[in-house]
């Protein structure tokens, strides 16, 4: 028997594990496209429209500009009145382009039109339902239902109506499955499950729309699914979640059950630098925008999440002979 007969298969899977197995496991991060500076804010959230206009909080209240950075309006100034804001902390848009407004210094949620005319708001300080101490998130899914990130001492997720009737909520303080310690964003998929920064627990949590607790991910660290202070969550239409890992000053990307996909950003103020990211969003074509809060400024990146090898057979043959 020729050794060629032997050898062959060995190398063939050496070099099928040392070229297959790395671009299954390895992505780079989506291509920097653009940026722009705010005006006199700290950008604290940022969300994106159906039509790809883009809505940013920050400060005592919203810009919206489109999806280049053309500035077409804004509303909101500091006060307790209707469309006043102590501090426009988080900010959402449903199906209909209503945008929903975590003003956090009032405890209470603000809804507007797409162009700032005031619609309605809820909400009182204190621990009950329809009650918050420092709302810090809000969401809507397709449904109609707004879900809203309760955090200090309430360490909980509330869902309500369009119209602020409240409907269920869940979560206590702890570190256990289902528990929550400063919850700080909420994020919803395609087929109603939710999310939450549970951001002093530095992971993220998976609930049913009814809070029935699913899975969990992250831990204290550096590392590739690993945060400090996860403050923003996001999912686009394919499913992959988005996370604003602050202090790291990146951004990660994972599956819907978790896994890691890809992450981005180093501490700086260049193209694809962060310096502490306060939200994340991304449209319906999935170019990702980050509220990049001390750099007072929104970055938006591309879409594709590619990996970094490839492999054709072509390549293996030639480098197998």
């Known amino acids: 028997m020729h050794k060629r007969s032997l050898v062959a298969p060995v190398l063939l899977t050496i070099i099928l594990a040392a070229l297959l197995l790395p671009a299954a496991a390895s992505a780079q991060a989506p291509a920097y496209l653009t940026q722009w500076g705010l005006f006199g804010a700290s950008p604290f959230d940022v969300a994106v429209d159906g039509s790809g206009n883009v809505y940013v909080a920050g400060n005592n209240g919203i810009q919206k500009f489109t999806s280049g950075g053309t500035y077409l309006t804004q509303w909101g100034t500091g006060g307790t009145g209707?469309?006043?804001?102590?501090?426009?902390?988080?900010?959402?848009?449903?199906?209909?382009?209503?945008?929903?407004?975590v003003d956090v210094g009032n405890y209470r949620i603000q809804v507007f039109t797409n162009s700032g005319t005031y619609l309605t708001q809820w909400g009182?300080?204190?621990?009950?339902?329809?009650?918050?101490?420092?709302?810090?998130?809000?969401a809507v899914d397709g449904s109609g239902n707004v879900y809203v990130a309760d955090s200090w001492d309430n360490h909980r997720i509330q869902v309500y109506t369009v119209s602020g009737a409240y409907v269920t909520g869940w979560g206590t303080f702890g570190n256990g499955a289902g528990q929550l310690f400063y919850p700080d964003d909420v994020a919803v998929d395609g087929a109603g499950n939710v999310y939450v920064a549970d951001s002093g627990n530095n992971r993220i949590q998976k609930f049913t729309s009814s809070g029935v607790y699913l899975t969990q991910w992250g831990s204290f660290g550096t590392g590739n699914g690993q945060f400090d202070y996860p403050r923003s969550v996001a999912v686009d239409g394919s499913g992959n979640v988005y996370v604003a890992d602050t202090y790291n000053h990146r951004i990660q990307v994972y599956t819907v059950s978790g896994a890691y996909v890809a992450g981005w950003g180093t501490p700086g103020n260049g193209n694809g630098q962060f310096s502490f990211p306060g939200g994340v969003a991304v449209d319906g074509s999935g170019n990702v925008y980050v509220a990049d809060?001390?750099?007072?400024?929104?970055?938006?990146?591309?879409?594709?999440?590619?990996?970094?090898?490839?492999?054709?057979?072509g390549r293996i043959k030639a480098l197998y002979r």
């Open 82 to 101: 209707n469309g006043q804001f102590s501090v426009a902390y988080d900010v959402a848009v449903d199906g209909g382009g209503s945008v929903y407004v």
């Open 124 to 138: 009182t300080q204190g621990s009950g339902n329809g009650q918050f101490d420092h709302p810090s998130g809000v």
């Open 293 to 313: 809060t001390y750099n007072h400024r929104i970055q938006v990146f591309g879409s594709a999440l590619v990996p970094t090898k490839s492999t054709t057979w």
